[in-house]
């Protein structure tokens, strides 16, 4: 049994050196699993600056928004949730992002707008975009005894099918084609009156082709398309050493959480600092893993983890504490302490996850970048604090350290 123990305490320092080292050096050319696969911020490395204008003269104030809320929708697909979206100059769409390593593939995802439009052959617009209410990838045939080929299904709103009905009507025998952003992509001849406001792009499109266009439309199209006015490059908005000045004050909490924890609690918090040690690890190989953008609000995110982290350990050593005190023996009071600290920090852990969660859902840039180590943290930090701390304890325990006074010292009543 004791021979066990040391061998398990051995093996969770050498996991912890293991997943130390993974997360300095990472895995391959991008990094993976390391702090240099870590995407940083505008604040902390800088990035790209695009400005959008519409091709449209006098756009309402809803149709803006409506560009500015597509964007947005493809920057968070694209995980570049610190990049920030607004008006400039009257109807002037800027786009900041984050950490961009091929600006002109940014460029043709976001301007890409999915102005879909239906037309006749004497080039009338008959339907557009916003007359369709779905889009799907889909396998479709041409016609009899042809092979079916991937396509996108769509599906009209009540106005666009009506639509469609007269279009189709009208044009019988002849071609309607569909046009993406100025680009014929379908010419199908009319067979028959459509009325139940389902048709087929097709097409030959592959797999992903046909589901990235039938994405593009779901997404929103607009009754105008964009036009790119410039794409420059921006540097960190906080200076070259606003990242050494957050990691610094990350590391100088940890160290002082450490010592204290030691003091304290002794063999206890040597525990603690163990389980924080692999917390730490843990949350930056997730964050290269996630594609986490990570700026100085997700910097305080990480740092408020590490200090919920060790207050559930309090929680649960002050517990222990109760325990001995009453007499009980170390192993039972082990369990015990565990046990009763469990509900409280079950509690306090998922009510900030909830309001990690409403800051995500709510808000945009730095806000959303806060949010999402903030959540990562909570979830790694009660992992450590409730499993790997009691791990570690209860093989120090099963070594051969089964003093209480080694790991939680009893105050003595006055």
């Known amino acids: 049994m004791k021979g066990r123990s040391i061998f398990l305490l051995a093996l969770t320092i050498a996991v912890t050196a293991g997943l130390a080292a993974l997360s300095y050096f990472g895995v391959g050319a991008g990094k993976l699993f390391g702090v240099g ?9 800088g990035g790209i600056t695009m400005v959008y204008a519409p091709r449209k003269d006098n756009p309402t104030s809803q149709e803006m928004g409506a560009a500015m809320s597509l964007i947005r ?21 800027r786009v900041d992002i984050p950490g961009v390593d091929d600006p002109e ?16 052959e004497a080039g009338d617009t008959l339907l557009t975009g916003s007359d369709v209410a779905d889009a ?17 299904s769509l599906e009209f709103n009540s106005e666009g099918a009506q639509k469609f009905a007269d279009a189709t009507s009208a044009n019988l025998q002849k071609t309607i084609s569909i046009f993406l952003d100025d680009e014929m992509i379908s010419n199908p001849t009319v067979q028959s009156v459509i009325t139940d406001g389902h048709a087929s792009i097709t097409g030959t499109f592959t797999a992903q082709e046909a589901e990235d266009l039938a994405r593009s439309i779901r997404e929103g199209s607009l009754p105008f ?11 960190a908005k906080l200076g070259s050493n606003a990242l050494n000045t957050g990691v610094l004050a990350g590391a100088i909490t940890l160290g002082l959480i450490l010592i204290f924890m030691i003091i304290i609690y002794r063999t206890s918090g040597l525990a603690a600092d163990l389980a ?46 109760e325990e001995i005190s009453t007499g009980h023996t170390l192993r039972a009071s082990v369990d015990a302490g565990f046990k009763r600290a469990f509900p409280a920090i079950l509690d306090s852990n998922v009510t ?18 806060f949010a999402q180590t903030l959540a990562i943290g909570i979830v790694v930090s009660m992992l450590t604090a409730l499993a790997v701390t009691r791990f570690i304890i209860k093989n120090l325990v099963g070594a051969g350290l089964n003093a209480p006074k080694f790991f939680i010292p009893v105050k003595k009543e006055a």
């Open 73 to 93: 929708r493809r920057l968070d697909a694209k995980n570049y949730t610190e990049a920030e979206v607004g008006l400039q100059s009257g109807n002037q769409i």
């Open 136 to 152: 799907q990838r889909a396998l479709t045939s041409q016609g009899a005894g042809t092979a079916s080929q991937y396509g996108v």
């Open 276 to 321: 924080l040690a692999i917390y730490t690890v843990a949350v930056l190989i997730l964050l290269s893993l996630f594609k986490v953008t990570l700026t100085l609000p997700g910097i305080a995110g990480i740092i408020l983890s590490i200090g919920m982290a060790v207050d559930a350990n309090i929680i649960i050593f002050e517990r222990m504490r």
């Open 225 to 235: 398309a964009l036009d790119v006015l410039s794409v420059n490059n921006v540097g």
């Open 105 to 120: 593939t940014a460029v043709q995802e976001l301007g890409k707008t999915a102005l879909l439009t239906f037309k006749n």
């Open 37 to 45: 696969g870590i995407r940083q911020g505008l604040d902390l490395k």
């Open 352 to 369: 900030t996850l909830i309001a990690a969660g409403v800051l995500f859902w709510l808000g945009t840039g730095p806000v959303k970048g």
